[in-house]
């Protein structure tokens, strides 16, 4: 196997708090272990087109705290196709890049396995998301902070709903797992939480404001995850809720992108540090086709192919607790 | 004319950041010349039900950091009519309330103004309303902490933009007045803000976003207030950017409720605190149907009647301003 | 063994955020299960005086997010006697309290066990510290709101140090143990990082110093435990640097307080919901003299004994992780 | 009178948040006029030594919600002489540089004026720094954004002390001025505010303290600005109030540099906007040494000379207005 002399990093699919404190410690672990490193821009796209850039330990400095990914994200069509992943293989050639660190979530591992397998390329992936979705790891980079700026957020909106007297829906991100409003629900004090994972159906959801109601709460917070099983959107939840329970007034927030940036929490940074050493580590010790996670605080590694098949479960003990605190 | 001896103390409208100092620096005021003081829960509803708590000095503390009101706030319909407001009269008489300080928007004190006039009864105005919409006040209660929440969030969606190149439309609070979206506009650094005073036109929205992208901006924020001019919502406005400039991938974000809430900036509780004092000092002096202000940084007042029906004024230099910046 | 109708929650020792949360969900799973909860006024001392107040699922909404502890805490040298834990017996009787919940640290669990043990009188620990200096637990209640409320304040400080050229030294809480200094330390990107756990040293320190200078670094951070080994208090080592490396402008800031307070994370929030779950139901299982802790992301139970005499390791990882970064 | 052609930006003395904000209006303003723009690293130090980069509109993307100065700031000893001056001429006249705007407080004006008399070389200054301590301006640049730093902090060490029942003293910046510890102090809620401009003696603070006592308060914080008259740091008075009053546990908090650092507040950010756009405004009207400042609202000029002279007072109506808070 031929020695790593040079590695690239890069960041690929959304981008989530703490992939530049990963890109960051990446490049120092390069620089600690003597050996160069290239930023690729936008991701699969940059590689292909050769927009690299060479990076030392200082080209990262003051990055550690920012937000979003200054090497930039984007999806490639192109690198779905043969001719694609050959030019982006002819440009890591060209530009003397031995081996790759991709930050990014399942589709961004997809395209390096597939990429490893044509070329026999070594690639090391570090699950950069805000969804925590990946199997493999107890936190992707930037959920935790994304769970902080819900709970911030949800604070706010609270305010004017106990000033009202009001019942607010809240959507927030996640498509398929219900990661972010199952734990910033109860981090929130959410009198209920929709989620991808559970379809407790609408009546229930009734059931539960009308005896808020009755238990004598005057403001309520439910959280509603982007793909939740009732069928209803969060606009025609608040109509249906309003149909059938005149005596609430209801209100819709619909937090969108904002959830994916801000300064990253201090544990999203100690962990993108950590993910990065083992990530170059693993490399240099000949390694590849892993994914970087953590576990039971531990980090450690899991096959890429495991990590992208694999379903990351909520825990099941939250929603009672979630139950049990709306008592 | 009666000697004050008690003061009611109410929020009413929209809730906004500094109402609890404001309610405070009311209730440590009376304290202070030894007068009784007297919460009033839900606005004029809470008045009509004689819903009363009297308050002394200690039981206000820890608010002056808290967004909402503790007081709750309500829209009444009843007060709208003769009997709903001698209601509220026969209560103020029966709990030995003397004067009133009603803290909350011109809706608020256009109730505050008809109650005087039919019974005669003292009223005080603090402007408390995120929109600064007020006449006779440089800045309503509330309004300096919305900036800096708006601007923060928008920091934030600026992450993704910039990680993305990205174009995207965040909608703002302003259904009649632009000051959120100009100030909050240029402090976020948009390229462009679209306010209800002013109809830039369509073509000049394009015209700006295609120089944009031709002085090399990767990515681009373009803040809409709620009632713009411009005759689309945001959603449509996307739409309309995207098919006359394909190069632009738009993004939408509707801030909405949050902007209402979270803990007072410095400002707005060092405004709150002095305005409490002028309203309840003014009260004591035998004035009435004034509204406490701040001009050129010093505590006024401004007949009642004239800040319902002036106009808060954008400040067109800050358009300038913008303009300059997005070069 | 007696039946439970009535658990009594406290809070000991020095405030740590999500104390407030943890008082709610003791409360609400009372409530749940359908059995009384008092909430005991300042620890131990409130014990001996029965100040009690009588909570139901209402008395603890809006404290979720919310710094401090509403039940306040206090040191108590009459619990240390026999006639005080008496006295405190006699008050829990009186008041048909049938087992407690103590949220604090080591020392609040010694006073917990002897009790315990002087009384048959069932006791569960939630482990409340922001130190992180328990066994049996990888988090205390405040620790993670601890690390992002320091890492936000060296974030400030780097803006100076950095449009300076300068060095600070931030001493940080932790007497006995370097979790805050070390994480906090790495989160916040810093050079160098002294902890009680480890002597590595004054030399070491001008060495690193001196490599940092050469190698283009133009400013620098370094954190101190307040434990840390070196013999020297933070303003000693200020001076013995600047004397031994003149080309260093120091400065220096000792966090102290602040680092206690602020509006919990939602990791905090989360974990202290569901550590006051365990705390009751294990006390409703006829458990006692046990602390509730997290192991692997798990709610688990240790022995109370065990967790005071126990030790809190920190990670070495994260000191070669930080050697790494400081490249 | 030469025409402008080139702009020198720099940033001198304390670093203050909103200072990029500054550089960055000046930048773009340039670029909108169609001039040239320099920026001078690290003050009149880089301006002696030829530190220059040319900044264009794009340079200073994604500044303005940074705090501290990417320019960097220095004192320099060798501008205070004749040759310094020449030398730092010598180097503008070969960069081409026709004008200069200078970022800081009245000791970096000082150095501008002089430098403008020797070498009728034009100057503007822009007011930039924490401490609201310059003439002709009601706000300087970062003033505001501490503001909220600090009363930030001092909620946080609130929650510590309303826990315990302890005294707090908090120093916070300001050696001669006391509107960071007077509006800090009004804004926390803070029971005593000791700043330079008064000495309201050591027997009054004592009397406040009993009152609060006598009065149910269980907490207190009293603010102390650095410079205050009482003849005691903050330690001494420590231990002066432990001593006259060993009914309070009094604990200290110096919240030192943290106050200058953090993302300027939106005031901040459009305070330095407008500032920027006037100061190139005025020197491509032919004007000089003038320092840019707010009054009432609106952007005006002040000649330079009356702001380094002049006295920013306090507004006395605070210090009424924290006497009836305290009540």
Redesign the interface.
């Known amino acids: 196997m031929k020695e790593i002399k040079k590695i690239g990093v890069m960041?690929s699919g959304?981008?989530s708090?703490g992939?530049n404190a990963a890109i960051?410690?990446v490049v120092?672990?390069c620089?600690?272990y003597k050996i160069e490193c290239a930023g690729i821009y936008?991701g699969y796209e940059g590689m292909i087109e050769g927009d690299f850039i060479d990076l030392n330990?200082?080209s990262v400095?003051?990055i550690?705290?920012?937000?979003?990914?200054f090497l930039?994200?984007?999806r490639s069509k192109a690198f779905r196709t043969k001719e694609g992943r050959q030019a982006a293989y002819n440009q890591l050639k060209k530009a003397n890049i031995d081996a790759l660190v991709v930050i990014g979530g399942d589709g961004s591992f997809t395209g390096g396995l597939v990429f490893n397998q044509e070329f026999n390329f070594p690639v090391m992936g570090i699950p950069g998301t805000i969804d925590n979705d990946i199997a493999g790891t107890?936190h992707t980079l930037g959920y935790?902070t994304t769970?902080?700026?819900?709970?911030?957020?949800i604070?706010?909106?609270?305010?004017?709903a106990?000033?009202?007297?009001r019942l607010?829906f809240v959507e927030v991100m996640g498509r398929d797992v219900g990661h972010i409003a199952l734990?910033?629900g109860?981090?929130?004090?959410a009198e209920e939480i929709l989620i991808p994972e559970e379809d407790l159906g609408l009546e229930r959801l009734l059931e539960s404001l009308r005896r808020s109601k009755e238990?004598?709460?005057?403001s309520s917070i439910v959280i509603v995850a982007e793909g939740d099983k009732t069928g209803k959107n969060v606009f025609e939840l608040k109509d249906y809720v309003e149909e059938h329970l005149p005596e609430y007034e209801v209100?819709?927030?619909?937090?969108?992108?904002?959830q994916?940036?801000?300064?990253p929490?201090?544990?999203d940074?100690?962990l993108a540090?950590?993910m990065g050493?083992k990530a170059v580590e693993s490399l240099l010790d000949g390694k590849s086709n892993l994914m970087v996670g953590l576990m039971?605080?531990k980090?450690t590694v899991t096959p890429l192919e495991r990590a992208i098949k694999g379903q990351s479960k909520i825990?099941k003990?939250?929603i009672?607790?979630s139950d049990?605190?709306s008592?």
């Open positions: 960041t959304g981008d708090p992939m960051r410690s120092r672990t620089a600690f936008r330990a200082r400095k003051g550690i705290n920012k937000g979003g990914t930039k994200s984007a107890s935790d769970l902080n700026t819900v709970v911030d957020v604070d706010k909106i609270r305010d004017t106990s000033s009202h007297n607010f734990n910033a109860v981090g929130a004090g238990s004598g709460k005057s209100r819709v927030s619909v937090l969108g992108h904002m994916r940036g801000g300064s929490s201090c544990f940074r100690v540090s950590r050493v039971n605080d980090i825990n003990e939250l009672r607790v049990i605190m008592v």
